[in-house]
């Protein structure tokens, strides 16, 4: 097996992976996803000891003070690996895994980076691989609800206090509607990173918003007080899964529930359409972990791997210990 780079004009090469991607990976590893981030994406080919291409992964990379970083995307929880694997045999796959994994730690290590950080697709949990390179491997966490029971029965496995806070958003004559135009979510988006002083990738958002966008890959739904958008939920899905990629609202106007309840719709929405799972992309905070935690889904660990030059990781070990 080994692993090559691929031209983003590649058109043949690009589609074959987009179809392996469509089947064995998720929204985050297809092209219409990855294209958004044109310039600054390295896309890699796995190739079969025949040549044949049967997986890959992407890294997005950029230069800071000098520096050369990989990491992922912005606003992009995993970046791959996926992988078309054909055996039934269940120690046949983990070694095909196994064996792919090993190969894209090496690929990985030689590059010519300063810092790597870069989050695996939540269904791999072999990190050996990684940790046998000296990479540091860390665990992030989601929380994945199904969708496979009655709504009903979904709406009782959530925790008491936030089928109150959508009462009571409800009972306060909050409402809620799908949206098709994206600009009410930019807007409560804005307001939540300039609120809390934190750097908004608007040319990313933007594209995500009005670019990458369409009715078969995403959807919004905005809760309204007197007429006015106050909170917004943002969600992409693919053919199973929907993933809670934006949230905001306007803390001048705020309500408690508001957030809740478009939230609630998302859920609702995302088993209409025949998903299996919504992903609330996690957090490693704990007031919205627990914010998260009472919609009832399943803590789901995914892996989040590290590396640094030996100089700038012990330099990083001071500023950010937590992952280095």
């Known amino acids: 097996m080994k692993i090559k780079l691929i031209n983003i004009s590649d058109l043949n090469e690009i589609n074959k992976l987009d179809n392996i991607s469509k089947i064995y990976g998720n929204i985050f ?9 044109e310039n600054s994406i390295n896309i890699f080919g796995i190739y079969d000891d025949g040549d044949n291409l049967v997986g890959g992964f992407y890294l997005y990379k950029e230069k800071k003070f000098g520096f050369s970083i990989y990491r992922n995307p912005p606003f992009t929880p995993y970046v791959g690996p996926f992988l078309k694997i054909e055996a039934k045999n ?10 792919s994994l090993r190969l894209i730690a090496d690929f990985i290590d030689n590059l010519n980076y300063s810092i790597i950080s870069f989050s695996l697709n939540r269904e791999i949990i072999d990190t050996q691989p990684f940790i046998w390179k000296k990479f540091k491997v860390i665990p992030n966490y989601t929380y994945i609800l199904s969708l496979n029971e009655n709504i009903d029965k979904i709406n009782k496995r959530m925790s008491s206090e936030r089928r109150n806070d959508i009462k009571k958003a409800l009972k306060d004559n909050i409402y809620v509607e799908k949206i098709e135009n994206y600009e009410n979510v930019k807007l409560l988006v804005q307001k939540v990173f300039y609120r809390q002083g934190k750097k908004l990738n608007e040319y990313y958002l933007n594209k995500i918003l009005f670019n990458f966008s369409n009715n078969h890959n995403s959807f919004a739904f905005v809760s309204f007080k007197n ?8 969600c992409v899905y693919d053919n199973d899964t929907a993933y809670y990629l934006l949230g905001g609202y ?11 309840l478009a939230l609630w719709e998302c859920i609702k929405y995302a088993q209409s359409i025949g998903l299996k799972y919504f992903d609330f992309e996690g957090s490693m905070i704990p007031e919205i972990e627990q914010y998260f935690r009472g919609f009832g889904g399943k803590l789901t660990p995914y892996f989040r791997v590290n590396k640094a030059r030996f100089i700038l990781e012990i330099f990083l070990k001071f500023f950010k210990r937590e992952i280095f």
Not at 29 to 37: A, E, H, M, R, T
Request: glycine share 6%; charged share 20%.
């Open 29 to 37: 590893n297809q092209f219409l996803w990855i294209k958004i981030f």
């Open 250 to 260: 306007d803390y001048e106007n705020k309500h408690h529930g508001a957030g809740a």
């Open 227 to 234: 007429d006015i958008p106050i909170s917004a939920a943002f």
């Open 90 to 99: 269940k120690v046949s796959i983990m070694n095909n895994w196994k064996n």
